[in-house]
């Protein structure tokens, strides 16, 4: 009897580990996508609003959830609070401060701090275009997020459930 609720625990637990790391290819592209969706705010904020960054990020803020809306409501308490810092510094802080949260990888992060280090220090027209080029780089990191999700998600889920019965048999 104490050998099956073993048996059990084992096999609960290597099937959870991996239907959780199989989460993280899942919700990769789904997490970019919400970071195309805030850059859109963004870019109606820019190309059409009278707001500041300041208020922009508020806004957004306002409107987002989860990690987007962790990033840029620090990064508008950091607008306020910084002072001598430039726009890229106070959006880096947000975004290092925030991506432990995330499912994204390194692609990613560097295609948004890539766009940070241009925000606020051209005219409304370049902000718009490199804002198009970030959207466009997100969405090539969307399509190969998606497929490693289509080749490794299945694979994790069926590795977790199959290693734990491979440490049963082991064990017995």
């Not at 809306?69 to 308490?77: D, G, L, S, T």
Request: charged share 20%; aromatic share 8%; proline share 1%.
């Amino acid at each position: 009897m104490l050998k099956l609720l073993g048996a059990c625990i084992i096999l609960i637990g290597t099937t959870w580990a991996g239907f959780q790391h199989a989460r993280t290819f899942a919700e990769r592209p789904k997490q970019i996508r919400r970071v195309r969706s805030a850059l859109q705010l963004l870019e109606t904020e820019i190309g059409y609003g009278t707001r500041t960054l300041v208020d922009a990020c508020q806004s957004i803020a306002a409107r987002m959830d989860g990690f987007v809306q962790a990033i840029f409501h620090q990064a508008h308490q950091n607008l306020l609070q910084l002072d001598g810092a430039s726009t890229y510094e106070c959006f880096a802080q947000a975004i290092e401060s925030n991506w432990g949260a995330t499912c994204m990888k390194q692609p990613e992060k560097q295609v948004i701090l890539d766009f940070c280090k241009t925000l606020g220090i051209s005219d409304r027209q370049d902000q718009l275009q490199n804002l198009a080029v970030t959207k466009s780089n997100l969405e090539i990191e969307e399509h190969r997020a998606q497929e490693e999700q289509t080749q490794y998600e299945k694979m994790f889920k069926t590795l977790g459930i199959l290693a734990g019965a491979l440490l049963i048999i082991l064990m017995y």
